[in-house]
């Protein structure tokens, strides 16, 4: 494995043995000094062409415990925001020694364009890509999600999960939509037929306009940030008519069956797709995925810049 | 080069036939089998087919404007490689050709190359805009002569502007060549909307946004009886409105692309905007219905909508690159392997869609005339039995955007003869054109 630019491009085996490599990663983070020499003397370039702090900060977090030296490349005041080509970006990273590119794009499909073109030969990682796909998101959501629901189990088989909201332009949807069912899970959408894309038919779920009567029969229920430049865009009439039929308050709430967690990508519109009483509940992981975001991130780097997986014991 | 004519010898005609042909004079002064002239330089054409020359009805040669990405003359020499001994050229260069000079500089250009005929197409609204009529009588009534008017690139969006365009083109039975593309429902579009783009999450070109234009068109020209031409189809249910209408005595003709004939969306996958084009690539499913709307006459023409665009307009994000393909130099090839190789047209079909209808659309009256003696003598030579591989740095446009680079295509176009005189030779461009 050389890039991880898809959910798609992983086989199950390499999915779960990332999950288990990203376990033994949070018990070193757990311990005194969290910090692995694994990846020293390695070059990371954080490459963002589009705002994001958390995922920033969570991979630049996940390099550093592995003692890679790291680059940030932000888009405010680098040359990507002004106008210097994807191309000769890449050959200025190439020209500069990076092992391995963390990239976060505005444009779908960007990170492919990098692993595929002869710019550079870094490996690529997706962070992120325009309305294609977050696979590092996906990857500590299974993470999250194993480790409340799957009772001691390397995959995800028989747990049911719910993603409500804008699956339209939704990378993380897209990505958690392949690794769910790659890993066992069922997936239903809740969503206005607005903001589910035309062509899902093919896609591995149950589809459904009704979150009501989805809530009650569901292990997680993934709820996705609504971004405030679909509301002029006739997806639907407006937030309160959107937050009536698709957020999740505290009604929605008591319908949850017993066990089951809520999650959110962040960051939140609170009292829009999710009340601020739920956000804060027991019954929410977000916190949390947050923390698993570095393990699993780390378990990320080591696997494609050491090319080994972690087994237990080993560190 | 001092030569008395050119004598084809033993080539298959369009109807089948085997029969030489005899060029002086910029003329065909002869046809018949065991022709012999001395003087002539003679071309043996043993298993290749001979075609009238082919006929492009939508080409962007970006002169005026964008000079670095094509030129009229590197543009005739694409043509000439690829057999046409016509091209027209698309409005939508910077300035617009929407009025008499712009058009009459295009024509010039052409001229000057020498390479083949450069019919100017009018832009129908001033700048493209899609609000006021662009100077058409002037256009018409230039030494450019235009008859072909389109907005391409731009759909003529408001309904009250399309008709008033229809009805004026009569005056001197021109046509209004429309880009079918409704463009509320394809702000942003990158690719066909479908189960590729859902994935891919690129934003949705949806068929509908073309068959709504193609049949809103179709009721307009009906009810204003002018001629309407639908460039470029795309879908299945494009196909069937056009089909309809036609059944109903409906004066509308359409043209399909090669790519459209070859390539899906399936290729949007590598995220390679080598394949971003517009209108999409679209399914197999609409790829087997155009190839079938072609051979039963449903869509009249093959045009090219050759689209040449430079290195850095392609070498990017997707979403930042420029719609369009090169395609003059691999239309027929392509054409060979979705229709005649697979037995769906023959040799003289090929002859109709490539040179014969599109010379009548366009009212080219020396252009696609059938090979019969005392024409001007636009002809070109394949030989089908051959094959080529595309290599997007041996093109010669001036561009290097095409999506057949790697393919081995069926049918190399050897000669080209525009009014007699021979353009490409054994494959290889005899007449540069002059300079740029």
């Given at each position: 494995m050389r890039h991880l630019l898809s959910i798609s491009d992983l086989s199950k085996a390499e999915a779960v043995s990332i999950l288990d490599t990203a376990t033994e990663l949070a018990r070193v983070s757990d311990g005194a000094v969290k910090k692995l020499p694994t990846l020293r003397g390695r070059t990371i370039v954080n490459l963002f062409a589009e705002d994001s702090t958390?995922?920033?900060?969570?991979?630049?977090?996940?390099?550093?415990?592995?003692?890679?030296d790291v680059i940030n490349f932000s888009a405010k005041g680098s040359s990507v925001s002004k106008g210097e080509s994807l191309k000769d970006t890449a050959l200025t990273l190439q020209a500069m020694g990076a092992d391995a590119v963390v990239i976060r794009h505005g444009a779908s499909g960007a990170p492919q364009r990098l692993a595929d073109s002869e710019w550079m030969l870094a490996s690529v990682i997706n962070a992120g890509d325009g309305t294609h796909e977050h696979p590092s998101q996906a990857l500590l959501d299974a993470f999250t999600i194993r480790k409340h629901c799957a009772k001691g189990a390397p995959d995800l088989a028989g747990i049911r999960v719910a993603i409500v909201g804008d699956v339209l332009h939704s990378r993380v949807a897209r990505s958690n939509i392949l690794l769910l069912n790659l890993l066992g899970a069922s997936v239903s959408l809740v969503a206005p037929p607005t903001l589910l894309p035309v062509g899902i038919e093919k896609w591995p779920v149950d589809i459904s306009y009704d979150f009501d009567a989805v809530i009650p029969s569901v292990d997680v229920v993934m709820m996705l940030r609504v971004q405030q430049e679909r509301m002029s865009n006739l997806f639907f009439p407006n937030a309160r008519e959107y937050s009536r039929y698709f957020g999740l308050n505290s009604d929605r709430l008591k319908l949850m069956s017993p066990h089951s967690i809520v999650m959110h990508p962040g960051p939140m519109n609170r009292g829009l797709e999710i009340a601020a009483e739920v956000a804060d509940s027991a019954r929410s992981v977000i916190v949390e995925q947050v923390s698993n975001g570095v393990s699993v991130r780390m378990a990320i780097l080591y696997v494609l810049l050491a090319g080994q997986s972690l087994e237990a014991g080993e560190k | 080069?001092?030569?008395?004519?050119?004598?084809?010898?033993?080539?298959?005609?369009?109807?089948?036939?085997?029969?030489?042909?005899?060029?002086?004079?910029?003329?065909?002064?002869?046809?018949?089998?065991?022709?012999?002239?001395?003087?002539?330089?003679?071309?043996?054409?043993?298993?290749?087919?001979?075609?009238?020359?082919?006929?492009?009805?939508?080409?962007?040669?970006?002169?005026?404007?964008?000079?670095?990405?094509?030129?009229?003359?590197?543009?005739?020499?694409?043509?000439?490689?690829?057999?046409?001994?016509?091209?027209?050229?698309?409005?939508?260069?910077?300035?617009?050709?929407?009025?008499?000079?712009?058009?009459?500089?295009?024509?010039?250009?052409?001229?000057?190359?020498?390479?083949?005929?450069?019919?100017?197409?009018?832009?129908?609204?001033?700048?493209?805009?899609?609000?006021?009529?662009?100077?058409?009588?002037?256009?018409?009534?230039?030494?450019?002569?235009?008859?072909?008017?389109?907005?391409?690139?731009?759909?003529v969006f408001d309904p009250l502007v399309m008709r008033r365009a229809l009805e004026y083109i009569k005056k001197f039975n021109g046509v209004i060549a429309q880009h079918a593309q409704e463009p509320s429902l394809t702000v942003g579009s990158q690719m066909n909307e479908g189960e590729v783009s859902a994935v891919l999450g690129l934003k949705g070109w949806p068929a509908v946004a073309e068959e709504a234009i193609?049949?809103?068109?179709?009721?307009?020209?009906?009810?204003?009886?002018?001629?309407?031409?639908?460039?470029?189809?795309?879908?299945?249910?494009?196909?069937?409105?056009?089909?309809?209408?036609?059944?109903?005595?409906?004066?509308?003709?359409?043209?399909?692309?090669?790519?459209?004939?070859?390539?899906?969306?399936?290729?949007?996958?590598?995220?390679?905007?080598?394949?971003?084009?517009?209108?999409?690539?679209?399914?197999?499913?609409?790829?087997?219905?155009?190839?079938e709307a072609?051979?039963?006459?449903?869509?009249?023409?093959?045009?090219?909508?050759?689209?040449?665009?430079?290195?850095?307009?392609?070498?990017?994000?997707?979403?930042?690159?420029?719609?369009?393909?090169?395609?003059?130099?691999?239309?027929?090839?392509?054409?060979?392997?979705?229709?005649?190789?697979?037995k769906l047209m023959d040799w003289a079909q090929v002859a109709d869609r490539l040179s014969t209808a599109p010379a009548r659309i366009g009212g080219y009256s020396d252009q696609g005339r059938n090979l019969e003696i005392g024409a001007k003598a636009n002809v070109m030579i394949i030989n089908p039995s051959a094959s080529w591989t595309v290599d997007k740095d041996l093109v010669v446009s001036k561009s290097r955007n095409t999506p057949f680079h790697g393919y081995e295509l069926p049918g190399v176009v050897t000669h080209t003869f525009f009014n007699g005189m021979a353009t490409l030779i054994d494959g290889a461009l005899i007449n540069s054109g002059g300079s740029e």
């Open positions: 958390r995922t920033r900060i969570s991979f630049e977090a996940a390099a550093k415990r592995l003692s890679a | 080069m001092t030569v008395k004519g050119y004598l084809i010898k033993n080539a298959q005609m369009p109807d089948g036939g085997i029969k030489d042909l005899l060029i002086t004079d910029g003329r065909i002064h002869s046809l018949a089998v065991g022709i012999n002239d001395a003087t002539a330089t003679i071309i043996d054409a043993k298993g290749c087919v001979v075609l009238p020359g082919l006929v492009d009805l939508h080409t962007h040669l970006r002169q005026p404007g964008r000079e670095d990405a094509e030129t009229v003359l590197s543009g005739s020499r694409s043509g000439a490689k690829g057999g046409f001994t016509a091209i027209s050229a698309m409005p939508n260069t910077s300035p617009v050709a929407d009025n008499a000079g712009v058009v009459e500089q295009v024509f010039r250009l052409g001229q000057q190359s020498g390479l083949l005929d450069v019919f100017p197409i009018g832009a129908v609204t001033q700048g493209l805009e899609g609000a006021a009529l662009s100077e058409i009588g002037a256009m018409a009534d230039s030494i450019a002569q235009v008859r072909v008017f389109s907005d391409d690139g731009n759909c193609i049949a809103r068109d179709i009721l307009l020209v009906d009810h204003v009886k002018s001629r309407l031409h639908i460039c470029h189809v795309t879908t299945a249910g494009g196909v069937e409105i056009i089909r309809w209408a036609k059944a109903r005595g409906i004066n509308v003709t359409a043209e399909v692309t090669p790519h459209h004939l070859l390539l899906t969306d399936e290729l949007a996958r590598s995220y390679d905007p080598v394949f971003k084009v517009n209108p999409p690539l679209r399914t197999q499913k609409d790829v087997m219905a155009l190839r072609l051979a039963d006459g449903t869509i009249d023409i093959v045009a090219t909508d050759h689209a040449p665009h430079t290195m850095e307009s392609k070498e990017c994000e997707w979403q930042e690159a420029s719609f369009g393909m090169l395609g003059l130099e691999t239309a027929l090839s392509i054409v060979q392997k979705t229709m005649v190789d697979s």
